[in-house]
């Protein structure tokens, strides 16, 4: 069931698992388990339709200001999402990786991230980033340190708007075309802001664990109707 033109390039913001607790009196780290529970099926529906990278903000770099105990439980469901998703990442031709300055995580889990994408390099049917301590901002410093340690003594004026990407972390990948945010919230949140220059923003007021495919086929359908102009006139 591809779509004649699938975006080829979505990220999401998934916001919500908190409030999706918070309503039915249940902790926000029910609502956390909840959200982690529907990234397999979301997956899957992107790899159905066609979409060959897929960007899921897991973890924001300043999402460290929380709770230790909600920072806690995140690491925790994120090491475990690895570990239970290996087998069928490889089956299902997952490549992931994860974007962000995992230099903060616990050994064990910078191990099992490093394994994990190891282990997942098979020509995929779709990417999977998992953005975790990734910040638009971060990730814009170090692309420009990286460039600096590539080219050291250069001048700075060798870096292009069409040479800059390779040093991002999303390096040979498209800019994302449909970025898509649960939860109610019109924001970025320090997402993908290089990146998402020219995206199709799509909010919904649909709390994060209760997207599920038919929530993704709407947004797509949604996004195949956009008068994409990049600056230029219609060609419609
Ligand atoms: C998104 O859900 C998950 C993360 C930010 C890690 P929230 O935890 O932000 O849920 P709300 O916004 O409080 O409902
Ligand atoms: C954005 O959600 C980060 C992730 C989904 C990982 P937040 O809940 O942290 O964003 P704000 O604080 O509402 O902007
Ligand atoms: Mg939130």
Same mark, same amino acid.
């Given at each position: ?7 080829? %390039? ?140 590539? %080219? ?85």
């Amino acid at each position: 069931m591809h779509t004649t033109h699938p975006p080829q %390039h979505i990220a999401i913001i998934m916001d919500g698992n908190g409030r999706w607790a918070k309503q039915r009196h249940l902790p926000r780290t029910v609502g956390h388990a909840k959200g982690a529970g529907v990234v397999h099926d979301l997956v899957r529906s992107c790899v159905d339709l066609g979409v060959p990278h897929l960007t899921l903000y897991a973890f924001s770099t300043e999402n460290w200001q929380r709770p230790s105990d909600e920072v806690s439980t995140l690491m925790g469901l994120f090491f475990q999402y690895l570990e239970k998703e290996m087998t069928n990442m490889r089956t299902e031709g997952v490549r992931l990786k994860v974007l962000g300055d995992i230099s903060r995580f616990a050994p064990e889990l910078q191990q099992r991230i490093r394994d994990a994408e190891a282990d997942t390099l098979n020509p995929p049917n779709i990417t999977l980033n998992v953005a975790a301590n990734y910040g638009g901002r971060w990730d814009i410093v170090q692309a420009v340190q990286a460039w600096q340690q590539a %080219h050291p003594g250069a001048d700075a004026s060798e870096l292009t708007v069409d040479n800059f990407g390779q040093y991002l972390s999303t390096a040979g990948m498209p800019d994302v075309d449909l970025l898509i945010r649960t939860g109610g919230e019109y924001r970025i949140s320090n997402f993908l802001l290089w990146q998402a220059a020219y995206a199709e923003l799509y909010f919904t007021d649909t709390l994060w664990p209760d997207f599920d495919t038919q929530e993704l086929q709407k947004a797509v359908t949604w996004f195949a109707d956009r008068d994409r102009r990049f600056g230029k006139l219609s060609t419609r």
